[in-house]
Each structure stands twice: as C-alpha cells, then as structure tokens.
C-alpha cells in the first residue's frame, strides 16, 4: 500500500524558514517523479514543485522559484521542502504527492496518491 | 487567477449526470494530459482521470473524462449523494514548467 506521510509543519514568522518532510513506503520511491502541493486556507489546489526521480530535474512554481528548495534522499525513501523567506501567502497546507515514472513531465501521471498534508502559517 | 478555468459551483439530483469544464491553452490542455482530482470535506485530493479519460484502479466507472482542443470535460452520471465535493483538472504547462490546477468546482447534490 503507497503511503505518503508528511512531517514538519509548524507557526513561522514572516522570513521565517521551515522544512518539510515526506516519508514515502509502499512502493520503490527511487522510481518515482515526486511533487509538493499546497492549498491555502479555503482556496483552490497549487502545484509548487516537482522532482525527478534522480533528483537531476526540478521544476517550481514562479512565486516560489529561489525561496523554496526541493530535494530527495532515495536512501531515505524521503522527500524535502526547504522553505525560506516565507511570507503570509506561503501559508497552506502542504501535500506530497507521488507522480508517475517517465524521462519528462509530459508523460508522467501527475499526483496519482496523497499524503494528508501538513499545515504551514507564517504570521507574526 | 488560475490557469485552468473552470466553473465554481455545479448541481444535480441524485440519479441525474452532470459535467464540469475545464478550459485552458494549447501550452496546457491542448499538449498534453489532462488529469481530474476529487477532494471530499475535510480530506485530501484523490486522482480520478489521468491521460484524460483514463480511471484508476477503484474509481467507478460513472467517472468519465474527455478532451477536445483547449477543454476538457468531467462527466459523472449516476449521480449519489457521496459525489458532492470539489473537483479539480490540471495539467503540465510547456511554457510554465510546471502543473497548473484549475480553481475547483463544488459539486452539490440536490
């Protein structure tokens, strides 16, 4: 059974840093694309960040792009979020979701299993 | 503002088929797979359609996604009073780099 289990939430102040983990079972997490997604407070769904399998490919959302950092330890069946300067719109809770396998994006299934999600708030 | 569009609010009667649109561009839709989410209260999002009309493994087959051009459509027929939730599409965008979600539509069950 995949499962998906973020850590490392918490309250931070604005330029405040945080990082996010993702503890990954059930499935040979090495093979996997891997995203981070976030839903503020009532709104909609936000993709913020994708890695490759390797680790040699990482894409981000523009608001995020040089602030936030993604990475994976495959040793560790464990994914990353390093999270600096956060400002008030950053607060959301935050999902890691497993993708597909495949050489690019264009072929590999987006977000096909959840985590529960962790809950981020940055305000002073 | 999001990338995808999609209407905020949809209904039907229990029985009834209703479907939800999801317009966007050819740096989106158009070029590549369009995916469909179903977040129930208080849960996390769960995959629906992949590659556009694709179901995974437990989603019943009421569930059932198309693309044409720049829109794609979820349809679900049969409806039940468990459906209402929010809906989402997205998709990888070429020129962006990245996923772009479309802004949820709740589905209420009359």
């Known amino acids: 059974e995949v499962q998906l289990v973020e850590s490392g939430g918490g309250v931070v102040q604005p330029g405040g840093s945080l990082r996010l983990s993702c503890a990954a079972s059930?499935?040979?997490?090495?093979?996997?694309?891997m995203s981070w997604v976030r839903q503020a407070p009532g709104k909609g769904l936000e993709w913020v960040a994708n890695?490759?399998?390797?680790?040699?490919?990482?894409n981000y959302l523009d608001s995020v792009r040089g602030r936030f950092t993604i990475s994976r330890d495959n040793a560790k069946n464990s994914l990353y979020l390093q999270m600096n300067s956060l400002r008030a719109e950053d607060t959301a809770v935050y999902y890691c979701?497993?993708?597909?396998?495949?050489?690019?994006?264009?072929?590999?299934?987006?977000?096909?299993?959840w985590g529960q999600g962790t809950v981020v708030t940055v305000s002073s | 503002q999001s990338v995808l569009t999609q209407p905020p609010s949809a209904s039907g009667t229990p029985g009834q088929r209703v479907t939800i649109s999801c317009s966007g561009s050819?740096?989106?839709?158009?070029?590549?797979?369009v995916y469909w989410y179903q977040q129930l209260p208080g849960t996390a999002p769960k995959l629906l359609i992949y590659?556009?009309?694709q179901r995974p493994s437990g989603v019943p087959d009421r569930f059932s996604g198309s693309k044409s051009g720049t829109s794609a459509s979820l349809a679900i027929s049969g409806l039940r009073s468990e459906d209402e939730a929010d809906y989402y599409c997205?998709?990888?965008?070429?020129?962006?780099?990245?996923?772009?979600f479309g802004g949820g539509t709740y589905l209420t069950v009359l």
């Open positions: 979701a497993r993708d597909g396998r495949g050489l690019i994006m264009k072929v590999v299934i987006i977000a096909d299993y």
């Open positions: 059930g499935f040979t997490f090495s093979s996997y694309w």
């Open positions: 890695i490759k399998d390797d680790g040699s490919e990482k």
């Open positions: 050819t740096s989106n839709i158009e070029n590549n797979y």
């Open positions: 590659r556009n009309n």
């Open positions: 997205a998709a990888w965008d070429d020129t962006l780099r990245g996923v772009v």
